[in-house]
């Protein structure tokens, strides 16, 4: 066995990091094809806030993270769909509201401390074993809940009125992408870090939808480089001592990089 | 006898912030027919349609859909609606034809019979943002015929598309409204395209202005009240 793996830390930072890469562009590419991507950074801002409260009361911050992004997801999908304010704008007012929250919130903490420092970019080596659990459990609800509802989130993303006439409840489904959406980037935060998750919801899936030739193609386009960056991203993370959260997102853009150019030649 | 009326409009009034898009509108789409909706841009036609389809509640009035209470509704595989375009960025959405006719939930074998129905077998494979504009409105129409509904409801269907294939998109309409006896229900403000195309008119310009064969109805001056005195048809038969 690779030393890497006789560390029970490193084969719980590959546990959860696999399950991420495989939700967070599942995920990503309805988003992305909706022009909703920027709902994830929102999220991430959010999470942060979540952290945080988890940290001053001294509890689990991701249980506490979860259920914070899913009421805000919630949130933002009620006022998006009534329809009175734009969707970007929505999300405009959620990030910074988030993030203010956030500072507020951090400073009744005493400040930026490691632990806190480590959400934010994410580190291979605070994965708890609680954390690994809830990330697997809910990764699996949310791989099974996209596959059972898939022609239906298709449906909404392409035509949502249309699947509206098809008797579909539209607001239904789009209330599940965002609490799904909520889920992903509150789990990612530990491999990830909550400042980067957005990148891995959406740079793998452009990438994908470079080649793909329907919209099932595109997604198992980008979960392929999603994993690929996730599992080489953390080998390097161990083996070169690099931050995990930043080495995967750079190696995202490496792949999208080498893809663009491979199709530009060809 | 059974009322042969699929589509029953009563007294229907609809207001957008308090101007009248619509007002008091009664119509009925009879089984069998091929009803071409139209007036000018901003006649309400359009809110009519969406009333039609359950997207707009009507402030005034009640719909019936195939002799049930628009409210109380359920069957909406018996309508299939055709939109003007896609409600995303197509040209960001790699979707391929097949997955637009599947995504109601049409099994492989309802997906190819659809599309040979519209004449786009051939093309089931491609990425939909790659098809022409009447090349994807014969998808749209593929889409709704999965289900196999009794009438089919198209907005605007020929916006963007060029007059050749708009000849043979009417010709497909045409084949569906008699061999399949669909019922059709097409919103368009070309009149002078639709008015050779369909069976039966109904003219609405916030009120229904006028209902009644195309020769009827382009022989009378309602076309001036609806237009403008400007405007001259060429009648021509098929």
């Not at chain 1, 965002?178 to 990148?199: F, N, Y």
């Not at chain 2, 009417?170 to 019922?183: A, F, G, P, V």
């Amino acid at each position: 066995m690779p030393e890497i793996f006789q560390y029970s830390f490193m084969i719980r930072a590959f546990l959860a990091g696999l399950m991420i890469a495989v939700i967070a562009p599942l995920i990503g590419n309805f988003l992305v094809v909706r022009r909703f991507s920027l709902i994830a950074d929102t999220l991430s801002h959010i999470a942060l806030s979540g952290v945080a409260i988890g940290l001053l009361l001294k509890t689990q911050p991701l249980v506490v993270t979860v259920i914070l992004t899913v009421i805000a997801s919630v949130a933002i999908e009620k006022l998006r769909s009534n329809k009175k304010i734009s969707g970007e704008a929505v999300l405009a007012m959620f990030l910074p509201g988030g993030l203010a929250l956030s500072i507020v919130l951090i400073s009744l903490v005493n400040g930026l401390n490691a632990n806190l420092f480590s959400y934010l970019f994410g580190s291979i080596t605070t994965v708890a074993e609680s954390d690994l659990w809830l990330t697997l459990g809910l990764g699996i609800l949310t791989l099974f809940t996209v596959i059972f509802f898939y022609k239906k989130l298709l449906f909404a993303s392409f035509d949502e009125e249309s699947a509206k006439v098809s008797g579909i409840s539209v607001g239904f489904i789009n209330t599940i992408l965002v609490v799904l959406t909520a889920i992903t980037v509150s789990l990612s935060m530990r491999v990830i870090g909550i400042l980067l998750i957005g990148a891995l919801m959406v740079i793998p899936v452009v990438t994908g939808m470079q080649l793909g030739r329907s919209f099932l193609q595109s997604i198992y386009f980008s979960l392929g480089f999603a994993l690929t960056a996730v599992i080489v991203g953390l080998f390097m993370a161990y083996y070169l001592n690099l931050p995990a959260g930043g080495t995967i997102v750079l190696l995202s853009l490496g792949i999208f990089g080498l893809v663009a150019f491979f199709k530009r030649s060809h | 006898m059974k009322d042969d009326a699929i589509v029953k409009i009563s007294d229907v009034s609809f207001r957008y912030n308090g101007e009248p898009a619509i007002s008091n509108i009664n119509l009925e789409i009879k089984r069998g027919e091929f009803l071409g909706i139209i007036g000018p841009n901003g006649s309400g036609k359009t809110t009519l349609l969406k009333i039609m389809l359950g997207l707009l509640k009507p402030q005034k009035g009640y719909v019936q859909l195939f002799g049930q209470d628009i409210n109380s509704f359920k069957d909406w595989s018996k309508i299939g609606y055709v939109p003007q375009k896609a409600g995303s960025d197509v040209t960001n959405f790699p979707i391929s034809v097949e997955e637009v006719v599947g995504m109601g939930g049409a099994d492989h074998e309802t997906i190819t019979n659809s599309l040979v129905k519209v004449e786009m077998a051939e093309h089931r494979k491609r990425l939909f943002r790659e098809l022409s504009g009447g090349q994807q409105q014969r998808v749209f129409i593929a889409r709704a015929l999965a289900p196999k509904p009794e009438l089919l409801i198209l907005d605007e269907p020929t916006v963007g598309v060029d007059i050749n294939s708009q000849t043979k998109f009417y010709q497909l309409l045409r084949d569906l409204n008699r061999n399949l006896k669909l019922t059709l229900a097409l919103v368009s403000h070309d009149i002078d395209v639709v008015a050779h195309e369909v069976g039966e008119i109904a003219c609405i310009n916030c009120k229904l202005v006028c209902h009644g064969k195309p020769k009827d109805i382009l022989k009378s001056n309602f076309m001036e009240k609806l237009y403008g005195k400007e405007l001259r048809f060429v009648l021509h038969g098929h």
